[in-house]
């Protein structure tokens, strides 16, 4: 197990730009898959992206070219860099981690493939 903390989240005008980070103990990057999901007040959880132990990213359709989702090694730290923010991204995001129990473990997408979670960090974003 990993435990990931969150941060960077806040409150911003639309067309501005954050980045998330989550950080995890430990060396753990090289055998996970790193997912960033979010939840706005009403809705279930949505996937946002995600990037897999030989750093094959992946994106939701909304958020394509517009986030990024990247990894330091030298921090342990996976980062969520998101620009041109808009309303409708405003949500909590929550980072988590799989651990690839398999040599040929497909790429988990969905929140419920994931049993590593941070304690989520509040985005909003005004208009």
């Known amino acids: 197990q990993v435990q990931l903390v969150e941060s960077g989240g806040g409150l911003v005008q639309a067309g501005a730009s954050l980045r998330l980070s989550c950080a995890g103990s430990g060396r753990w990057l090289s055998s996970y898959a790193v997912g960033w999901f979010r939840q706005a007040s009403g809705k279930e959880q949505a996937f946002v992206a995600a990037?897999?132990?030989?750093?094959?990213?992946y994106y939701a359709d909304s958020v394509k070219g517009r986030f990024t989702i990247s990894i330091d090694d030298t921090k342990n730290t996976v980062y969520l860099q998101m620009n041109r923010l808009r309303p409708e991204d405003t949500a909590v995001y929550y980072c988590?981690?799989?651990?690839?129990?398999?040599?040929?473990?497909?790429?988990?997408?969905?929140?419920?493939?994931?049993?590593?979670w941070g304690q989520g960090t509040q985005v909003t974003v005004s208009s």
């Open positions: 988590a981690a799989r651990p690839r129990r398999q040599v040929n473990m497909p790429m988990p997408l969905k929140a419920a493939e994931y049993d590593n």
């Open positions: 990037i897999s132990w030989n750093r094959s990213t």
